[in-house]
């Protein structure tokens, strides 16, 4: 893949990694991750799509959003994002964080978005899940929120390779953009749960049945709130879906690719 950077029209920069030709595809990964996360989907769609796998803000080489930056903020960033590469609606989908971004986008500016997909996404948490993702807020933006615990709920043991992986992008996020991002992240379940029946493209909800956070139970919900929506659930994996099962999820999306496009 090529890496440009994309300038938006408030001057933030953005690092977008491209590949491939054809109809494009934007993925946005989730938190602490970055562009590279997408590399096993963008091989094999880029050989019909064009690929644009972009870094969140103050995630690898983006710029950050301003401090205290919440989800709707990240939305029209990504508004920005698809204005500035000019090739008119995408198929947009994100993973975890960039799930959430995905449906706001959707919901908020319909003219951007063809389709949309929506992978390990969160749908209004329990008061427990809630608490206890706004406490490892507060540790992050403290500089005291390890990451052994997240990579155990994201990865199983035989899984260690991948793990070393993302262990070593979470090491290496800005702390002011992991912080800024994880607080959105943990407020932002809640901000567009009530409009997902506002979106109209074709949406996929895709997570593992082992994902403890963005459980099957929400996956299931989100999908039969949007009229052309569909949920898939991949057997035996955790969070980091989209790595431990790239087979599975590549050909989940390629499904929703050909997916014909709704007049409404």
Not at 82 to 109: C, D, F, K, Q, Y
Not at 169 to 196: K, N, Q
């Amino acid at each position: 893949m090529i890496s440009q950077t994309l300038r938006l029209s408030d001057g933030l920069a953005v690092r977008a990694l491209m590949a491939g030709a054809g109809d494009p595809v934007v993925l946005i990964h989730g938190v602490g991750m970055r562009a590279e996360a997408w590399a096993p989907q963008s091989a094999v769609l880029a050989a019909d799509h064009r690929v644009i796998a972009i870094d969140m803000p103050g995630h690898g080489d983006s710029d950050p959003l301003p401090g205290g930056a919440l989800l709707p903020d990240y939305v029209a960033w990504a508004a920005q994002v698809i204005e500035a590469l000019n090739l008119g609606p995408v198929s947009l989908a994100g993973h975890s964080m960039g799930a959430l971004i995905t449906a706001g986008l959707a919901v908020e500016r319909p003219d951007l978005v063809r389709r949309a997909a929506l992978l390990n996404g969160v749908h209004r948490r329990s008061p427990a899940a809630r608490a206890s993702v706004l406490t490892r807020a507060a540790e992050i933006a403290a500089d005291a929120g390890g990451i052994e615990g997240p990579l155990d709920r994201w990865f199983a043991p035989e899984e260690d390779a991948l793990r070393d992986q993302v262990a070593g992008w979470l090491r290496a996020v800005s702390h002011r953009g992991y912080a800024t991002a994880y607080r959105a992240f943990a407020e932002g379940d809640t901000v567009y749960a009530d409009r997902l029946d506002q979106i109209r493209c074709p949406l996929l909800v895709l997570t593992g049945d082992g994902d403890a956070n963005s459980t099957p139970a929400m996956t299931e919900t989100m999908a039969a709130m949007a009229p052309h929506g569909r949920a898939a659930i991949i057997s035996g994996h955790r969070h980091m879906v989209n790595l431990t099962a790239p087979e599975a999820v590549t050909a989940e999306l390629q499904r929703w690719l050909s997916t014909k496009e709704t007049a409404e």
